[in-house]
Nanobody
Framework: QVQLMELGGGLVQAGGSLRLSCVPS????????MGWYRQAPGKQRELVAS???????RYGDSAKGRFTIAREHANNTMRLQMNHLKVEDTAVYYC?????????????????WGQGIRVTFLS
């Protein structure tokens, strides 16, 4: 069983910064692509940023220029640095990973999701 532990989030003011972290664990042979998605109330889930095994990055339009995604290959931890936050960034953020998991003594293509971590604004 693969688990994605999400850390960070919390309360922030407009213009502030947060850093989200995602730490995979479980019967994993290799982690391929990783990414952060978010979903605001009444809206569809959207890509925030993703990063491949080789370090190629992709950003959603709303994140580009403000957010930075990175990986620590030693432990496969994925981090999302969010700067210049806006009210529109309020959402639940989900870690996603495409990976090769170990199932029945063999590798299998899997997709894992975190439970979501909330980013809200102070008032």
């Amino acid at each position: 069983q693969v688990q994605l532990m999400e850390l960070g989030g919390g309360l922030v003011q407009a213009g502030g910064s947060l850093r989200l972290s995602c730490v995979p664990s479980g019967d994993i042979f290799a982690i391929l692509d990783m990414g952060w998605y978010r979903q605001a109330p009444g809206k569809q889930r959207e890509l925030v940023a993703s990063i491949s095994e080789t370090g190629r990055t992709r950003y959603g339009d709303s994140a580009k220029g403000r957010f930075t995604i990175a990986r620590e290959h030693a432990n496969n931890t994925m981090r999302l640095q969010m700067n210049h936050l806006k009210v529109e960034d309020t959402a639940v953020y989900y870690c996603n990973a495409g990976l090769l998991g170990i199932v029945d003594r063999r590798n299998k293509d899997l997709e894992a999701w975190g439970q979501g971590i909330r980013v809200t604004f102070l008032s």
